[in-house]
């Protein structure tokens, strides 16, 4: 059987007829590998993680650095801010009131402004804790 299939024609097109673009390989592409060794120093499900980063970098530096402000509340002349101190403990302030010797000194709707020992930082409303304002800090010392 195998002899007369080789003697009797096929009827498959010749390959080697003219007008027949030749065959080309696709090019061999390799995904991209991740980072392994950066995956394993910061585990996603390590017992000492918390979100949002770490708050003892800007701590250190003796700003606001665990501080976010939730929200504010106005009505008349009063106004009341509600921050979220390091650690998650919630504090409603006015404006004169102290949150570790950060007195705030003023209320808007967008942003806080806290001054100690001369030196002045604004927190936004909404941004994550640690996020520096546009000129946040300026020492009047």
């Given at each position: 059987?195998?002899?007369?299939?080789?003697?009797?024609?096929s009827d498959a097109p010749d390959r080697t007829v003219a007008g027949l673009a030749p065959r080309r390989a696709k090019p061999i592409s390799l995904p991209a590998l991740p980072d392994y060794p950066a995956?394993?120093?910061?585990?996603?499900?390590?017992?000492?993680?918390q979100p949002g980063g770490s708050g003892?970098?800007?701590?250190?530096?003796?700003?606001?650095?665990g501080y976010a402000a939730l929200g504010v509340a106005t009505g008349g002349s009063a106004a009341t801010a509600v921050v979220s101190a390091p650690g998650g403990k919630i504090?409603?302030?006015?404006?004169?009131?102290?949150?570790?010797?950060?007195?705030?000194?003023?209320v808007s709707p967008t942003r806080l402004a806290f001054e100690r020992k001369g030196v002045r930082q604004d927190l936004v409303i909404g941004a994550a804790a640690?996020?520096?304002a546009s000129g946040d800090e300026a020492a009047d010392k």
């Open positions: 059987m195998i002899g007369l299939q080789l003697a009797l024609p995956v394993l120093a910061a585990p996603l499900f390590a017992p000492d993680r003892d970098q800007a701590a250190g530096e003796g700003g606001m650095g504090v409603t302030l006015r404006p004169g009131d102290s949150v570790d010797d950060w007195k705030l000194v003023s640690g996020e520096p």
